[in-house]
């Protein structure tokens, strides 16, 4: 009857749950794999021999692609070799350690990969899970767009999400520079001094998986945050992570971002530590110009 009837229900319901969580994983996966990808093309591949033109640091290229550098980037990548492509190839390739990367880049930034994609599944499964009125542990504060109204509602939760994740971010990368911290973890992401496409993913999984947890954790520590305010805010995070290491100089309208801005920090370690806008270093007077 009526109970079998909201029993089937139920079980739908489930399974379309966890497929979109499912779907999530994959997107944020395939998002970060395409986007990297682009970058890489874009300008290592077609624009290759203009690095003067695109660069950030155009002194400091490296790789058999880009025979005209004139020098190697100090990471120890120099004219070893460019290694194209996805990170996680050089888990099958005969001979990782000839393509100039770290002997550890493609495990760590595999693992990376996958972790921060799991955590964005588990996120929409917080989410639909409270929606449902149920939770399997932390509670999502998320709701669903209709319920806010207006764009400027939207956008405030936008700023309100990016606010909370930039300052304890700054924080917790203020920690990875402890001495003791930074021999143990952060010293990996310090490897490569001037950053190109999947360096951002280069970095301890226990410093990843801490970062992780501060980037989705708007999610559950904002009240009310519109759905659509937390997609708007994961897509701004996610292009700039991946812009902020890909060595190619770009520029928002005024001056809002500049991938200059974080190229810096891995240039002269002490300098830039926020991410991705500057605002928390310019109020610790940790700011320096690009």
């Known amino acids: 009857g009526d109970t079998r009837r909201r029993g089937r229900v139920s079980r739908v319901v489930a399974r379309d749950m966890h497929a979109l969580s499912v779907g999530v994983f994959a997107f944020q996966f395939c ?25 950030t640091q155009s002194g400091k290229m490296h790789g058999t692609i880009h025979r005209g550098a004139a020098a190697c980037d100090g990471d120890g990548r120099g004219r070893r070799g460019y290694a194209w492509g996805l990170p996680a190839l050089d888990l099958v390739r005969a001979n990782p350690s000839s393509n100039g990367r770290h002997p550890s880049h493609a495990r760590f930034a595999t693992c990376n990969l996958v972790v921060s994609s799991l955590f964005a599944g588990a996120t929409c499964e917080a989410y639909l899970e409270n929606c449902d009125g149920k939770s399997f542990g932390l509670g999502s504060t998320l709701v669903q767009s209709s319920e806010v109204a207006g764009l400027a509602k939207v956008l405030v939760g936008t700023l309100l999400a990016v606010t909370w994740q930039s300052v304890l971010e700054y924080y917790w990368h203020r920690a990875m520079h402890l001495p003791r911290v930074y021999r143990v973890l952060h010293k990996f992401h310090h490897h490569y001094k001037s950053p190109q496409p999947w360096d951002d993913l280069f970095i301890h999984p226990a410093e990843s998986f801490g970062y992780c947890a501060i980037l989705y954790s708007p999610a559950f520590c904002v009240p009310s945050l519109p759905v659509a305010s937390f997609l708007l805010y994961m897509s701004i995070m996610g292009v700039c992570g991946v812009l902020d290491h890909c060595g190619v100089r770009m520029t928002w ?24 806008f500057p605002t928390m270093d310019r109020l610790h007077g940790t700011y320096r110009a690009s």
Not at 253 to 276: I, Q, S
Request: charged content about 25%.
């Open 253 to 276: 309208p005024l001056g809002l971002y500049d991938t200059k801005f974080h190229d810096v920090h891995h240039a002269e370690f002490n300098a830039n530590y926020a991410f991705p």
């Open 31 to 55: 998002g970060y794999v395409a986007l990297s990808t682009w970058v890489e093309w874009r300008w290592y591949h077609r624009r290759r021999g203009e690095e003067r033109q695109w660069k």
